[in-house]
Antibody, heavy 116, light 107 residues
């Protein structure tokens, strides 16, 4: 069955960087577009980024454009989110999700806390 | 950016009753609208895509309708496991956007 495992979260100081990973299994990873979605503590969902199945197309929320980079390694069935110049308002649980007309499968999430 | 507005923010319903949740888009999103359910401490779960197509394994008591700018999620005969927060999301235009959510609570 489809399985997505998010990792890489932690506590980081403002202005620093962090890279999240999402390990995929149970489906043909290279055939699907993939999302990152985040949720600040006690808040709603915010879409962050999407990468096309082959990595050629990438789309970002305005709030992260120029600071975050989505990428993938189809040989390793892994999705990444490189987060630079982190701010306090980036504090959230980050989920990876598979695109299937909406996000049809989700990882368990990884918590990123930006604090000095 | 398309703004998605959900109403009401909180809906109090008794078990066995029907819940009707609304989602409005600031401009047309055609039928490119999804609904998600989220329970505390869990990742969201896709319920509906294409405005009205139930995802795999979603019970028939969940139904979606609408197109353009007005959408509805109906939950018939609410079960205890249905008390949760529900989000709509448009995937017609970049950036993708979510509504603020509707919390369905026990009356």
């Amino acid at each position: 069955q489809v399985h997505l495992v998010d990792s890489g979260g932690g506590v980081v100081q403002p202005g620093r960087s962090l890279r999240l990973s999402c390990a995929a299994s149970g489906f043909t990873f290279r055939s699907y577009d993939m999302h990152w979605v985040r949720q600040a503590p006690g808040k709603g969902l915010e879409w962050v980024a999407l990468i096309s199945y082959d990595g050629t197309d990438k789309y970002y929320a305005d709030s992260v454009k120029g600071r975050f980079t989505i990428s993938r390694d189809n040989s390793k069935n892994t999705l990444y989110l490189q987060m630079n110049s982190l701010r306090a308002e980036d504090t959230a649980v980050y989920y990876c999700a598979r695109d299937g007309g909406g996000a049809d499968y989700w990882g368990q999430g990884t918590l990123v806390t930006v604090s000095s | 950016e398309i703004v998605m507005t959900q109403s009401p923010a909180t809906l109090s319903v008794s078990p066995g009753e029907r819940a009707t949740l609304s989602c409005r888009a600031s401009q047309s999103v055609s039928s490119n609208l999804a609904w998600y359910q989220q329970k505390p401490g869990q990742a969201p779960r896709l319920l509906i895509s294409g405005a009205s197509t139930r995802a795999t394994g979603v019970p028939a008591r969940f139904s979606g309708s609408g197109s353009g700018t007005e959408f509805t999620l109906t939950i018939n005969s609410l079960q205890s496991e249905d008390f949760a927060i529900y989000y709509c999301q448009q995937y017609n235009n970049w950036p993708l956007t979510f509504g603020g959510g509707t919390k369905v609570e026990i009356k």
